[in-house]
């Protein structure tokens, strides 16, 4: 099974609907992040979260919110769904400390029509 | 704030030659880490390379090595020997400390590489 595992892998929506994304992870990492590729911008950061009690704003975090249920899960959703939030998305964990890498989910391809 | 620069949106490089991708940054905290991870066609994302900003030492992992100039605000990667596989997009992050305690992790745009035959 994968460290970190995201769910839908590909999702196609509708503008307006609410969806959500969801990221589990079997790394015990404290640090879990959320952002989104588009191509020619690269991975933009929406959300991340050191513990379960702390939740901090990315670069982009309009239109979107998460949740850290747990230590293992942050889960993120688009309220209302809308064309240009079409990306791939990745979710991450990374242990505490200073030059720890970071592990990635596969991706959700997410499609807004 | 955190920044990451990468002004080179493709290159290319003949095979077993050696290949540096450009990346400047630009952060306000006294220490900070930089990252390299390359994104094969596959899409995964892989680890390649870690510098601290009070590491005295360039970082090298294998046929990859990490030019940093602090006083420039620059960590190049360097690609020794290209193979085929090298072919990639590579992305350049930043996590900085201070009161963010490198919690916050930051990528530019990328750089796709093509290594040919």
């Known amino acids: 099974d994968a460290d970190v595992t995201q769910t839908p892998r590909n999702r196609i929506t509708k503008t307006g609907k609410r969806i959500m994304l969801e990221c589990s992870q079997t790394k015990g990492h404290d640090r879990m992040y959320w952002y989104r590729q588009d191509p020619g911008l690269g991975l933009r950061l929406i959300y991340y979260?050191?513990?379960?009690?702390?939740?901090n704003k990315g670069e982009i975090s309009d239109g979107y919110s998460v949740s850290r249920q747990a230590q293992a899960k942050f889960s993120l959703s688009l309220e209302s769904a809308i064309p240009n939030q079409t990306a791939l998305y990745f979710c991450?964990?990374?242990?505490?400390?200073?030059?720890?890498?970071?592990?990635f989910g596969q991706g959700t391809r997410l499609t807004v029509v | 704030a955190q920044k990451i620069t990468q002004t080179q949106p493709g290159m290319f490089v003949q095979e077993k030659e050696a290949v540096t991708l450009d990346c400047t940054y630009d952060t306000s905290d006294p220490s900070y880490g930089l990252f390299w991870y390359k994104q094969p066609s596959s899409g995964e994302m892989i680890f390649l390379i870690y510098q601290g900003s009070y590491d005295q030492q360039n970082a090298t992992e294998g046929r990859y090595s990490l030019n940093f100039q602090k006083a420039r605000k620059s960590a190049n990667l360097v690609i020794s020997a290209s193979q085929l596989g090298d072919s990639a997009m590579y992305f350049c992050?930043?996590?900085?400390?201070?009161?963010?305690?490198?919690?916050?992790?930051?990528f530019g745009a990328g750089t796709r590489l093509a290594v040919h035959p």
């Open positions: 979260s050191f513990d379960v009690k702390d939740i």
């Open positions: 992050a930043i996590a900085g400390g201070g009161s963010g305690g490198y919690n916050k992790l930051i």
């Open positions: 991450a964990t990374r242990p505490s400390g200073e030059g720890t890498e970071a592990f």
